[in-house]
T-cell receptor
């Protein structure tokens, strides 16, 4: 158990809909990351927040957005869903920003299926 | 642009048959090389971080090594429970992952 908690574990929704994925980082971790893993793309970095502020952005679609709240939990919002958005979405956390010894721990993921 | 290439894509081993997985990388400046293990439908489980050429780390039957261009994950006398996909990544906050090596160990 990495200590990173994600909900829901599984989600099935229709095209055009909007969903919210939630992540609670490990106790004390200030950085939260979101990754997407699909069969044909592998693990892709989406976005990072540090202590409530957006820190880095990857190939995140404009239909997707995220935020980190004062209690450090984070939410990833996916809207106008398309079939191709079906994937495993991982949240990860680390204590601080990049430096030696900064290990990034992953949650168990949220399976999103768009039908 | 940072890139990570892992080989082989898949590896089948008999229990006890040692082998190595390769991770070749191209980065503008290495800030860390990470090895993770991922079981089907699960999140990546952290194994090792390496920071400089010549560095080695061990954990049970696994040993990770690092050179200036690649890293190896050596598996000594593997057991069926070592079956998983092994992922290599480089970076710091934004990790760039390889596509992984799917390892199957048969009794």
């Amino acid at each position: 158990d990495s200590g990173v908690t994600q909900t829901p574990k599984h989600l099935i929704t229709a095209t055009g809909q909007r969903v919210t994925l939630r992540c609670s980082p490990r106790s004390g971790d200030l950085s939260v990351y979101w990754y997407q893993q699909s069969l044909d793309q592998g693990l892709q970095f989406l976005i990072q927040y540090y202590n409530g502020e957006e820190r880095a952005k990857g190939n995140i679609l404009e239909r997707f957005s995220a935020q980190q709240f004062p209690d450090l939990h984070s939410e990833l919002n996916l809207s106008s869903l398309e079939l191709g958005d079906s994937a495993l979405y991982f949240c990860a956390s680390s204590p601080q920003l990049a430096r030696s010894g900064n290990t990034i721990y992953f949650g168990e993921g949220s399976w999103l299926t768009v039908v | 642009e940072d890139q990570v290439t892992q080989s082989p894509e898949a590896l089948r081993l008999q229990e006890g048959e040692s082998s190595s997985l390769n991770c070749s990388y191209t980065v503008s400046g290495l800030r860390g090389l990470f090895w993770y293990r991922q079981d089907p439908g699960k999140g990546p489980e952290f194994l090792f971080t390496l920071y400089s050429a010549g560095e080695e780390k061990e954990k049970e039957r696994l040993k990770a090594t690092l050179t200036k261009k690649e890293s190896f994950l050596h598996i000594t006398a593997p057991k069926p429970e070592d079956s998983a996909t092994y992922l290599c990544a480089v970076g710091a906050d934004k990790l760039i992952f390889g596509t992984g090596t799917r390892l199957q160990v048969f009794p």
